[in-house]
């Protein structure tokens, strides 16, 4: 799973891509959960590029998510791939990543 991140302002911005999954998700975690601490205002993540994801790359997020509203910063999804809708449809998931309103990624044929 690359991981390219840009902090600007006391904001932080996350683009992954690759697969998110179980095995990704376990390597991943330390090092995204140290990333939160760079994140001041708002965690901003592009899954633009993520191949495929399960629900341990779901849970990832959630945890993402869950820490920084804890702290009473913000986060938002930029932009989500297929294989992202795909499972926030699944799960029914869109209201909360916002995948209602969000760029979509250009499907493979």
Do not use: C, W
């Not at 191949?51 to 790359?57: N, S």
């Amino acid at each position: 799973m690359p991981l390219k991140y840009t902090a600007n302002n006391g904001n932080l911005q996350l683009a992954l891509g690759g697969e998110l999954t179980i095995f990704q998700a376990a390597e991943r975690k330390p090092e995204l959960l140290h990333m939160l601490s760079h994140v001041q205002h708002t965690l901003s993540l592009d899954l633009s590029a993520v191949d495929e994801i399960d629900t341990a790359g779901v849970q990832l997020l959630l945890l993402l998510q869950r820490e920084i509203r804890r702290s009473g910063r913000a986060i938002e999804v930029s932009a989500f791939s297929p294989a992202a809708l795909a499972v926030f449809d699944l799960l029914q998931l869109h209201e909360m990543f916002g995948a209602d309103s969000a760029p979509q990624a250009e499907a493979a044929a």
